[in-house]
């Protein structure tokens, strides 16, 4: 298994374009999210689904659009990138073991807005 | 909002040396993982303990669940080079049909030779 895979692994981009961070992962877990990770904010969570064609927001979703069509892909899209969107991004699923999850992160993209 | 506070923020120790980091918070869980995360790379699952009291051991590391399952440590023995990273724990919460993973900031453990 590839586990959780992502692309690109860096990207520059200047204020206001868009572009879409791919995700997928072929373990079948259902869960998947994406997080966002920033110095001395930790690990945020932008969008999650917990299966294909439904997906919600989580803490920080402004700015960002997600979609799940298939179990395997979800990807992320910038709508018109913005400087305080320069960060680290991990998507990552998860699967029951018991009463509780255990998640996997890919190996995420470092996004810079300028 | 649970909230996980994760203590040291940062460590830097020789090798060799023993260390312990904390995770605590005011909210019970119904399970405690920890990560570690390299650099340039995502977090990586060490373990999950759900039992309170509950004690795992990962070669040189041990890993300890608060009776009361709001804390969690992790304890080094004699740390190497490759111990190095980010060390991020997480604490697991149902919320009706939902499951929540809460992460800390971490502890960014450097281990010199």
């Known amino acids: 298994n590839a586990g959780v895979t992502q692309t690109p692994k860096f990207q520059v981009l200047k204020t206001g374009q868009s572009m879409t961070l791919q995700c997928a992962q072929d373990m079948n877990h259902e869960y998947m999210s994406w997080y966002r990770q920033d110095p001395g904010m930790g690990l945020r969570l932008i969008h999650y689904s917990v299966g294909a064609g439904i997906t919600d927001q989580g803490e920080v979703p402004n700015g960002y659009n997600v979609s799940r069509s298939t179990t395997e892909d979800f990807p992320l899209r910038l709508l018109s990138a913005a400087p305080s969107q320069t960060s680290v991004y991990f998507c990552a699923s998860r699967h029951r073991v018991g009463s509780n999850y255990e998640q996997y992160f890919g190996p995420g993209t470092r996004l810079t807005v300028t | 909002t649970q909230l996980l506070e994760q203590s040291p923020q940062f460590l830097s120790i020789q090798e060799g040396e023993n260390l312990t980091v904390y995770c605590n918070s005011s909210s019970v869980f119904s399970s405690l993982q920890w990560y570690r995360q390299e650099p340039g790379e995502g977090p990586v699952l060490l373990v999950t303990v759900v039992t309170g009291g509950e004690v795992k051991k990962l070669k040189r590391l041990t890993f300890q669940f608060g009776d009361a399952r709001k804390d969690s440590s992790l304890h080094i023995t004699a740390a190497q080079p490759g111990d190095t990273g980010l060390y991020l724990c997480?604490?697991?919460?149902?919320?009706?049909?939902?499951?929540?993973?809460?992460f800390g900031k971490g502890t960014l453990l450097t281990v010199n030779p």
């Open positions: 997480a604490g697991g919460s149902w919320g009706g049909s939902n499951y929540k993973l809460t």
